[in-house]
């Protein structure tokens, strides 16, 4: 039988509610565990990332004897007890030197995860101090076509989109729009070059620029604007991966029925967002089509149609004499 957990009094009532399933759902919040051996690079490397995700992330002090492609029950217990849904891991082994394991999970349960490689790290200790307020919504930007062709990077780029995304929103102030996360890869994605090993693959590199905006020197109302890089910069290479059970995606991606857009007959939507619509018109009459007065377009009755022959013999030559030729008639002048 299942287990079902009673509220005692009002506050676990309202704990239990937060935590059961909405229309819309909370704030995707995040963890971050340090593994039995945790370098001081894959530390700082947890920290500097976290910072993008305050205030809706936690950090993991105690070390775990965890190995999650193994066994990811222990994260999947850390996620139910925090409410969180992205964990990551970092660890620091011979075999695997400085890496950190990005894990997703649905209902408590992992959903899909890979390991990123650190080859470089410089922190943001490292560069000139620029404060960015807390809670902020970046803007994210992803260069390359292998993002949107090669299956492990749409995964990469599925992650990154929902670690940093934050609040959902339906307006935003462009003075929010402080700083811009860029992540890079060069190549062009094709599976059959790369596939199985994930040696061959193109490093990610990963860089936050803050948004400057400065008066432009012709006058004009739109600002001049620069870019600064504040830090975190990170060289990642992908690792191990794995894709999530297509039945779980499957419930992970469902919309419920009062966010689905009402569907209208006839109107539809471009790729452009333009709206475009169907007229349905009428049987048109041909043959009351107005149109120029030719005799050749001239409407006949059945008996024109029956009157002419068939055959050789529809056309036949006549010759006229000289005799029967009318006469012209004379003018006379007075």
Known sequence: MMRILKPRNARSKRALDNRASKVVENTKKALTVRG???????????????????PDVKKFQKKNEIHPFEDASSLEFFSQKNDASLIIFGSHSKKRPNTLTWLRTFNYQALDMFELKILNHKAISEFKKLTINIGMKPMISFVGPIFD????????????????????????????????????????GNISVYSGDTSGLPSINFRVYKIKTYKSKKQEKVPRVELEEIGPRFDF?????????????????KIPKELQPKAKKNVETDLLGDKVA?????????????????????????????????????????????????????RHIK
């Open 36 to 54: 039995s051996t945790c370098s001081v690079l894959v530390q700082n490397a947890m920290t500097d990332i976290a910072s993008y995700k305050q």
């Open 149 to 188: 062709s090669h299956p492990h990077f749409q995964m990469v780029k599925s992650m990154f989109l929902d670690f940093f995304r934050g609040e959902q929103i339906s307006m935003l102030d462009l003075a929010g729009l402080q700083y811009i996360i860029s992540v890079t890869a060069s190549g062009d």
């Open 237 to 253: 290479q992908l690792g191990r991966v794995r894709e999530a059970d297509p039945d779980m995606m499957k419930q992970a991606m």
């Open 278 to 330: 169907t007229i349905h018109v009428g049987k048109q009459d041909l043959m009351k089509l107005q149109t120029r007065k030719m005799k050749g377009l001239k409407k006949r009755g059945k008996d024109e149609f029956a009157g002419e022959g068939n055959g050789d013999n529809e056309f036949e030559d006549v010759i006229v004499s000289d005799e029967e030729q009318p006469k012209k008639r004379k």
